[in-house]
């Protein structure tokens, strides 16, 4: 099963450092970001769950809860934990996801349904394509897919960027341009009428007929 946008995120039920969750019921009525990982005690993963770590105050301020998850055994994220502090400098507080019978990673199809039942033996490499992040809406669906190779360490500011965009253009009839910050102008989506335009947004500039812009829309 390939998991598209707008896809219902896949329940689970599942151990981790923090005990057993359901997912839909640990997301709540906020966001989610869960990031995957091939294997524990890997060199970029170090990096990145302590840098998510450095992050989660920034994930609060969105309403969104972090959720890592790596193919091993609970007790081997609890050992790992401390060679992410002593590395990056950040504990690492949200949940990590023990997946050592692969349930997960077949669940969002990060693994092929033939890779077996346990971690015991894989080597990271074997669990290479364990390496998606997924934001879940409040609706519990999918709203993004990012899938790095193990050499690539994932920009967590990007996906902060995306989440702010996506959460914005929920609420609003309006899309974010490339490379979009915080603040800066939006798109009016085409749905919306030049008439309606003005009434929503006071005033917009048109460079093309399908393309107009106009200020951040607070709220």
């Known amino acids: 099963m390939s998991l598209r946008i707008n896809d219902t ?22 966001w989610a970001v869960l990031f995957s990982h091939p294997k524990d005690f890997t060199p970029v993963c170090t990096t990145e769950l302590g840098t998510m770590a450095g992050l989660e105050g920034e994930f609060k301020k969105r309403n969104t809860k972090i959720i890592g ?12 934990k401390d060679d992410i502090k002593s590395a990056t400098g950040h504990a690492v507080d949200y949940p990590m996801i023990g997946d050592k019978d692969l349930k997960v990673a077949k669940l969002y199809d990060m693994l092929p349904a033939e890779a077996g039942d346990s971690s015991d033996g894989r080597t990271a490499a074997d669990n290479a394509t ?14 993004l897919v990012l899938t790095y190779p193990m050499t690539t360490g994932r920009n967590f500011a990007e996906i902060l960027r995306a989440i702010d965009s996506i959460q914005l253009t929920a609420k609003h009839q309006v899309a974010t341009p490339a490379n979009w910050q915080q603040g800066e102008d939006v798109i009016i989506t085409p749905a919306v009428s030049n008439e309606d335009a003005v009434k929503r947004f006071g005033s917009f500039e048109t460079i093309l007929p399908y393309l107009r812009k106009t200020k951040q829309p607070s709220g």
Do not use: L
């Open 9 to 30: 995120a896949p329940d689970f039920s599942a151990e981790t450092t923090h005990g057993t969750i359901n997912f839909h019921d640990w997301i709540g009525d906020g």
């Open 69 to 80: 998850i790596s193919v091993d055994p609970v007790e081997d994220h609890v050992r790992w």
């Open 130 to 143: 364990v390496r998606s992040v997924y934001v879940v809406g409040p609706d519990k669906k999918i709203k």
